[in-house]
T-cell receptor, first 114, second 108 residues
Framework: KAGVTQTPRYLIKTRGQQVTLSCSPI?????VSWYQQTPGQGLQFLFE???????NKGNFPGRFSGRQFSNSRSEMNVSTLELGDSALYLC?????????????FGPGTRLTVT | GQNIDQPTEMTATEGAIVQINCTYQ??????LFWYQQHAGEAPTFLSY????GLEEKGRFSSFLSRSKGYSYLLLKELQMKDSASYLC?????????FGAGTTVTVRA
């Protein structure tokens, strides 16, 4: 069974631009969670989608948004990029929502904002 | 809110035992996870505790005390490949919250 895939793996953007990241969960998994990982803050929860509905949201500004499609693939969008948005963005898939079951992480997208 | 504390760094010798402690204060508790993350890689699942006690899985064991808000991950017979960051994560009312991680360095 294929694992969680994320595209692109690396991205360089400039301040003010917007970016869209993609995550394809493990086949059969309907829950996708997004996290931001930085050296100073560790893994911070962004949001979770289950069956195309956003179930939970972390403490991030409205510039961070996401969506999930009927095939469970999810996208995350960050608008008006700031230098502080430079981070590793990880998505994780699970068969059930809200961390009830083990989450499987993708390799991440390394975003650099200059 | 959620507050999860674990030591920043630990160093141990190959073949030794290391215990990584994690204390937490969360609004609601529905389980505690441990993940391993090698540098530049994604976290991988190690263990899950929802009831008090010790869960053993090969060289790795995890303990939970809900009344004390405390868990530990025990790594036995350390190998060089165990050098990694170990993340404690707690499922609260609706989300999984992670600690900052403990970097374990195994020396020969």
């Amino acid at each position: 069974k294929a694992g969680v895939t994320q595209t692109p793996r690396y991205l360089i953007k400039t301040r003010g631009q917007q970016v869209t990241l993609s995550c394809s969960p493990i086949s059969g998994h309907r829950s996708v969670s997004w996290y931001q990982q930085t050296p100073g803050q560790g893994l911070q929860f962004l949001f979770e989608y289950f069956s195309e509905t956003q179930r939970n949201k972390g403490n991030f500004p409205g510039r961070f948004s996401g969506r999930q499609f009927s095939n469970s693939r999810s996208e995350m969008n960050v608008s008006t990029l700031e230098l502080g948005d430079s981070a590793l963005y990880l998505c994780a898939s699970s068969s059930m929502p809200e961390g009830t079951y083990e989450q499987y992480f993708g390799p991440g997208t390394r975003l650099t904002v200059t | 809110g959620q507050n999860i504390d674990q030591p920043t760094e630990m160093t141990a010798t190959e073949g030794a035992i290391v215990q990584i402690n994690c204390t937490y204060q969360t609004s609601g508790f529905n389980g505690l996870f441990w993940y391993q993350q090698h540098a530049g890689e994604a976290p991988t699942f190690l263990s899950y505790n929802v009831l008090d006690g010790l869960e053993e899985k090969g060289r790795f064991s995890s303990f939970l005390s809900r009344s004390k808000g405390y868990s530990y991950l025990l790594l036995k017979e350390l190998q060089m490949k165990d050098s990694a960051s170990y993340l404690c994560a707690v499922k609260g009312d609706y989300k999984l919250s992670f600690g900052a991680g403990t970097t374990v360095t195994v020396r020969a």
